[in-house]
């Protein structure tokens, strides 16, 4: 009888053991078995939801430059590049012999990297070189560097069908040039510009991109002696302090003529220089800091330039303003930006002529924003608008801004859950 | 205030053996159930062995918080535990689905004071609404119908807190007094996640935590009074009931329901008793505490049972129960009441010389919610632990 009231027992105990590994989910029974469990989520939109925004130009500082852009689009743009070499080779060595200075130069050509992606190439295409160089240090200025793509300064150049351009480009240098440039200063400023049988742009490497452009040249006519070549430097401005500016000139960009048309009312991102656009947001406490967001999308209304093609594009991204109340200076704050895809993963990817409403997704920053309450100093609640890269495509958009009409103007559809009190049968 | 939370842990250390025994200690139920609807399943609060006789002995037993006059039967101080987890089907409409349950609803500590009196301190489980749901759904979001997983928790209860003293005037007359407090936490989760475009879409999870009070008194008699024949009436009297978000807000009024019940007992045949009850509870007091919506009923109750001696353990017998109950919840499933009916049987092993006992208890329950078309079957197993020093 033990036996069996044992196994009874050991029978009930088993199944008290094995209820222990619970299963707890019901959801499978849900929603049809579970009433009342949802959340109201609203929608609104805010309209006008900037408190106010600007364009700023001259974006990305001189130099900074991921690529140079080389454009000629008649009268509507122009940029070129400027290279460093500003010290250069004056000497060679031949086996088994001493230094020498330098008395003849041949087969001196510049080696440029080139990115044909998003490049308007048209039949033929001329890259011409230009002597920038001057005994007054004027470089950061465009008007005197740019005076200077003259006949009279022009050192060098190809012209190239588009079937048979290369990735990487050799153009040739003036060997004269050359050596009266090494006989003389020591060094060589060489102004890029391209040209061709209708519009052209193209991007060329810089050393910022580790894709410098290389000189190089023969100093001897001995055949034994391997040509010579000079990568870009800039040894001005000289100082500790201005080493960050001196980089900068290694190699750089210049605009040499922007007509496109500015609109009144709107803001603009791109173009060259770049121009970012800096949105100061006002959006009610009682959404952002009370409620829960599910979506946040900012509509924004593009206004065509009626230059270009349809199928040109651009990238724009919404990056987040870092910098904290006490940087009054908006142009410097649109520089102190978050990375890209911080807190607003949404990018645009638009056609400058395009029209019509875009909209990117920041839900995320609206729920960083509400976190950043509790900091000593919160940064506003706003964003800059920049083209990604940076001038270094002769692209430009142009959007609505918060003075335009209703219905032009950003505004931002913004779903919720307000904190409520649920639960309650 | 003693919350609901803080019990939890209390009831769970003096199961440390029960508990050893699980590998998983969660004590989340489910809902997505017919029983666990409103603001829980109300488990009885019968004792293991009530509980095998379908609750028809509950007025007798001491050690179901239920009739203050009952601790006349427990003549030694007295530590009992309880742990009850429960299989559940639910079906209905294409439905299928299972859950596993673990509950621990009731400790009782009583002892004898001077040669008349009794008193009594039990916790027991009033209300568990303790349940997990993952599921997914469609959410609209900006007009955008947009699928979507949710999860929705909630963990806790109310709780019964009854202090108790009876007083025996004679062999056949008993009467008893119960103070009760009814503290609970309810933590309330919600939230819903958009798997395929977490980019334009943020889950979000708000949660929720109530906390409730109130009081009650209860009264209750035992007599005999014809011989072999015994018949218990037990009553409780509901006073306010709160609900509070937080510490402060009240977000409902009620009271706790009046409860009465009336029982007999005949143990006219050698070493078995025959019992009988009938109770009602008076649940649409509660009515205030919850929403307009909530579909909230009265419940009655009637269960029956028989207990007898088994076969001897060490020259003592066991206890072999049966029972049967019939009742309906108070919470009920849009406009329909869920009823339940229930089969039970069960063992009262004496260990240690009857200084300690086992009571074992398997219940058969089948829910159903009128014509919605849901039905459950629970498979509860019981296991109650009483140890008796001296």
């Known amino acids: 009888m033990n036996r069996r009231l044992f196994a009874v027992v050991a029978v009930l105990l088993a199944a008290g053991v094995g209820a222990c590994a619970e299963s707890l989910d019901g959801g499978a029974g849900c929603p049809r078995l579970c009433p009342s469990q949802t959340l109201t989520v609203l929608d609104t939109v805010i309209n006008p939801v900037l408190q106010f925004d600007s364009t700023f130009s001259g974006f990305p500082v001189i130099g900074d430059e991921q690529e140079i852009l080389l454009a000629t689009r008649g009268d509507t743009l122009e940029t070129r590049g400027v290279i460093r070499f500003d010290t250069i080779q004056t000497s060679v060595t031949p086996a088994n012999d001493t230094a020498q200075n330098i008395t003849h130069v041949d087969s001196a050509f510049l080696t440029i990297v080139l990115d044909t992606a998003h490049a308007r190439i048209p039949n033929q295409i001329r890259f011409e070189l230009y002597d920038v160089d001057d005994s007054v240090e004027t470089d950061t200025l465009s008007p005197p560097v740019n005076a200077r793509f003259s006949p009279n300064r022009r050192i060098g150049g190809i012209t190239i069908a588009r079937a048979f351009l290369p990735e990487t480009l050799k153009v040739p240098v003036s060997d004269s040039a050359i050596l009266s440039k090494i006989t003389t200063r020591g060094r060589l400023r060489v102004g890029v510009r391209v040209d061709g049988s209708g519009p052209a742009w193209i991007r060329m490497g810089s050393t910022v991109g580790s894709a410098g452009a290389v000189l190089t040249y023969r100093g001897s006519l001995d055949s034994t002696v391997a040509p010579l070549t000079n990568s870009p430097l800039s040894n001005f401005p000289v100082g500790t302090l201005e080493e960050g500016v001196r980089q900068g000139l290694t190699n750089y960009s210049i605009v040499a003529k922007n007509a496109l048309p500015q609109f009144s009312n709107t803001m603009q991102v791109g173009g060259n220089p770049g121009r970012r656009a800096y949105l100061r947001f006002n959006i009610p406490s009682h959404i952002v800091d009370s409620s829960t967001i599910v979506r946040a999308t900012l509509v924004l209304t593009q206004r065509p330039i009626p230059y270009g093609d349809l199928r040109d594009t651009m990238t724009i991204q919404a990056q987040v303003v870092l910098a904290n109340p006490q940087v009054t200076d908006l142009r410097r704050a649109a520089d102190?930006?978050?990375?890209?895809?911080?807190?607003?993963?949404?990018?645009?990817?638009?056609?400058?002529?395009?029209s019509g409403q875009k909209t990117i997704n920041m839900f995320l920053l609206l729920r960083a924003w509400r976190?950043?309450?509790?900091?000593?100093?919160?940064?506003?609640?706003?964003?800059?608008?920049?083209?990604?890269?940076?001038?270094?495509?002769?692209?430009e958009a142009s959007f609505f801004n918060s003075t335009s009409p209703v219905g032009l103007r950003p505004m931002m559809k913004i779903s919720y859950v307000p904190t409520i009190t649920f639960g309650v049968p | 205030m003693l919350s609901t939370r803080r019990l939890r842990r209390l009831r769970f250390t003096p199961f440390a053996i029960a508990a050893a025994l699980c590998c998983a200690g969660s004590a989340l139920g489910a809902q997505g159930a017919v029983s666990i609807q409103g603001f829980g399943y109300p488990g009885g609060e019968l004792s293991t062995r009530a509980l095998g006789m379908g609750g028809s002995i509950a007025d007798f037993d001491a050690n179901s918080p239920i009739n203050p006059a009952a601790l006349l039967v427990g003549t030694r101080a007295t530590v009992y535990l309880q742990y009850d987890p429960e299989f559940r089907w639910v079906t209905g409409s294409g439905l299928n689905t299972s859950t596993i349950t673990a509950r621990f609803p009731l400790f009782v500590v009583?002892?004898?004071?001077?040669?008349?009196?009794?008193?009594?301190?039990?916790?027991?489980s009033f209300l568990d609404r303790t349940w997990t749901n993952t599921y997914q759904d469609t959410q609209t979001v900006g007009g955008l119908r947009i699928p979507s997983n949710v999860t929705a928790l909630s963990d806790g209860g109310i709780a019964d807190i009854r202090g108790a003293v009876s007083w025996t005037f004679s062999p056949k007359l008993t009467i008893g007094a119960g103070l009760h407090v009814f503290p609970g936490e309810n933590r309330v989760v919600f939230g819903r996640a958009f798997p395929n475009d977490t980019t334009?879409?943020?889950?979000?999870?708000?949660?929720?935590?109530?906390?409730?009070?109130?009081?009650?008194?209860s009264f209750g008699v035992i007599a005999t009074p014809l011989t072999h024949l015994n018949i218990a009436a037990s009553a409780r009297l509901g006073f306010s009931m709160h609900v509070h978000q937080g510490d402060s807000t009240t977000l409902g009024d009620a009271k706790i329901p009046n409860r009465v019940s009336l029982s007999a007992a005949y143990d006219g045949i050698g070493g078995t008793i025959l019992s009988a009850r009938y109770g009602n509870e008076q649940w649409s007091s509660m009515r205030g505490l919850g929403s307009p919506g909530l579909s909230i009923f009265d419940a009655n109750e009637f269960s029956a049972g028989l207990e007898t001696a088994g076969p001897k353990l060490n020259s003592i017998p066991m206890a072999v129960r049966l029972g049967f109950r019939d009742r309906t919840l108070p919470f009920g499933f849009g406009t329909q009441q869920v009823r339940e009916t229930e089969v039970n049987a069960g063992l009262g092993v004496p260990l240690s010389q009857g200084r300690a006992a086992l009571d074992l208890t398997?219940?058969?329950a089948l829910r159903s919610a009128g014509n919605s078309g849901y039905s459950e079957t629970g498979w509860i197993f019981s296991l109650g632990i009483a140890i008796k020093p001296y």
């Open chain 2, 362 to 364: 398997l219940a058969h």
């Open chain 2, 110 to 124: 009583s002892g004898k004071v001077g040669s008349n009196a009794r008193v009594s301190l039990s916790y027991s």
């Open chain 1, 371 to 395: 976190t950043q309450d509790a900091l000593l100093y919160p940064p506003p609640r706003a964003v800059v608008l920049r083209a990604s890269p940076e001038n270094v495509l002769p692209f």
């Open chain 1, 336 to 354: 102190i930006i978050s990375s890209p895809g911080l807190d607003v993963s949404d990018s645009l990817l638009i056609s400058p002529r395009d």
């Open chain 2, 200 to 217: 334009s879409f943020g889950a979000f999870s708000q949660t929720n935590t109530f906390n409730f009070s109130g009081s009650a008194v």
